[in-house]
């Protein structure tokens, strides 16, 4: 490691500025490595024991420091910053540094690629534009001059309203930016170059027009019209819901290609990963249909949430964006399926944010500590952030939420706040007791919730215990009870609710707040099955022994479709969990004959299901992922969870065959549309075509280059490369040289292909990835492609990065280690699948420790990487 190691910042030693912004010039004088930023400022002291004013500042070159146009000024220069001592209570502060985009490859601070200047601020990189208090609660007014050459950067882009532009010598011309909105310095933008505009407009519920702009690389206007589509539905979603109105007089988003992340909610000029942007049916699938819409909302809801409303420190992160992720989930709800939004926001908990808390970065949803900010964008902020917000709506109901929204903004708009702030809107407008909620923002880890159900004949009534308890995690290790709402419902032998419950209902949601809750329900019948955690009312495990015939009742009878399809899921899981335990090495198969019978009835059931909702049905007859199954057992067997799920597909594929293949041929739709019932179809019929190739390849395979051939669109397309992927090697060949000569030339399009190359069942998957590194369309600067090829294969080739001899480990180490030098960030990112090493055997704990030692060992390790590898190697 470095010699001097990065240290932590923590949540206790919050501190309030001491010296206050209230405004900012900005002037940009563009160029590839010698770019020039002169900064005036406006500063206040206003805690009047403060006898230095401290600025943040990496990897810039100063050029002049005046305060009032002077220059004599005592100031202290570090790698991270400047300190300028005893300066006045009032002054103007003028600050010229010199900076190098071209070579900025961290894409963090103002960058040049692929021809366009753009800047990514969030967290800490605006200190890497110039010496600023770079802290989320110094809110300050921006105006902006850039200044570039007019032919190459016809466009010169920055927050707010344009107030002025003109031209200079020498081809060159400037713009100037004015945002009237005070913003911390993480929300600003600037973005130069040449590209195709698409306008529309958007008139508010109060009357006023809002000009909508999308910026696209040249050629590829025909590919924004969903995102604009989007923009408005989104606009107008968060009117009707929660009365918010958009509050500039434009709207800009801009599309670039080398981007960390998905977007950036910079306030009136969103800058967006063009995979979030681009799309037309050839080229896009369903579910980037999906994700743009839902990208695009995310956004723009950070305007309210996040922009007017802000952090007052990072430790603070989820308050934006658990609660943008808990608006952009709903907004998706309304616009498509709820039922499938809420599994699939039930996976990544499952599959991701339970493997996070098992792991050595386990944190809470509102840190307490952090080295590197950027390592806390994880699905514990984001995404059980959200849930946290989800319980919340559950126990205050859809009014009560609404009216403790309205009162975080009559409060706060304008300020940056915390978590707490949050949280007491909710308890004050609802006059209710939140503090035991809010332990959910302090303590870290996986609850597990054990339920027990007794039925007395004689007194008619039932008794269900509800027990809680939370396992350590690796940063702590004492947990307290939560305030875990459970929603349960009571099914009779037909499948009809018993109305039992508060209310007359049939379901009802507890709130368990203590370690045990013992109730005893007056209930006329024998519940026959009991649904626990309808619609996944928190983000828990469930330990509660149900028999496969109640699991079967609640899949087929319960009112709520999630709880439906997580019942199905369990038959599942137990099924491919006992073949995994009762296993000898090369036994899987015949010893869970009973099994497959079992699990083969249930599918039948689904399958022959004509009232289910189409894509419900697609949903539960997927075989859970290997890392849903992973998450389930408290060491991973590797070979033995790989093989069960293979004989468990392969038994389903053959045993059903006939009726794959009728799903199949009766899921056909036409002219491609990206709507509910063809996003279904398109999803059940790529199944069961997956199926088909399992059960044989070769009777089959004319299917599959019939879809190949005639696919209007790019999910069907996929759905034969998947298809063929496992099984069918030659044609999976074939195929792939066709799609990449026909789709060469499209980086988003050869993102899938490089994904697919990645995911590939083979020995020599290590040739093949340095390969592809070399290919024309790869680069290692763009995070788009590292993600496809080297993200792919470390998170989801299981059979290739878990290879016993360590080979995949140790690939992906030397990734890591070109990877950190370039990018920190995205390197950070991929190291995930090395963190959890403990639960693997000894052989591949070893394996993995060792390749952690590696980089434990490297000159410059970035904190990025450093944060995680030292958290890891503790004992
Ligand atoms: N707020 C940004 C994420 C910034 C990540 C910085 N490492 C996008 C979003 O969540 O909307
Ligand atoms: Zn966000």
Redesign the pocket.
Known sequence: MSSRLPVSKKLVDYAPADFLISSLELHFKLDDSRTRVIATSNVKQINPAATELLLDGVDLTLIRLEIEGHPQIRYQKSESGLRIINPPAQFVLTIETEIDPVNNSSLEGLYKSAGTFCT?C??EGFRKITYFPDRPDVLTKYEVVIEADKAHYPFLLSNGNKIGEGDLADGRHWVKWQDPFNKPCYLFALVAGDFDLLEDQFVTCSGKTVKLQLFVDKGNASKGHHALQSLKKAMSWDEQTYGLEYDLDIYMIVAVDFF??????NKGLNVFNSKFVLADSASATDEDYFNIESVIA??YF?NWT?NRVTCRDWFQLSLK?GL?VFRDQQFSSDMASAAINRINNVKVIREHQFAEDASPMAHPIRPESVIEM?NF?TVTV?NKGAEVISMLHKLLGKQGFRRGMDLYFQRHDGQAVTCDDFVDAMADANQQDLSVFKRWYSQSGTPHLSVDANYDQNQRSLQLTLSQVTPPTADQKNKQPLHIPVDIELLDDKGEGIKALANNAAHQVINLTIPSLELEIACPVKPAAISVLREFSAPVRVKFDQTDQQLAHIMLHASDEFSRWDAGQQLLNRHILQAVQHSSANEVGQLSAKSLQQLELSMQGILSDHQIDRALQAEMLDIPSFETLAQLTENIQVEGLLKAKKCIEHHLACALEQQWHQHYLANSTDAYQYNQTDVAKRRMKNICLRYLILANEDRYADLAYQQYQQADNMTDTLGVLRACQDGAIAAFDELMNDFEQRWQNDPLVMDKWFALQANATRPDILSRLELLKEHAGFSIRNPNRVRALIGTFAFYNTQGMHNIDGSGYRWLTDQLQELDRLNP?VAARLITPLLQYQRYDQVRQDLIRNQLLRLANMSNLSSDLYEKVSKSLVE
């Open positions: 990514q969030e967290a960390n992340m998905g977007a950036m909610e995310h956004e950070h996040g964006e943008t950027n964008y984001y960030q």
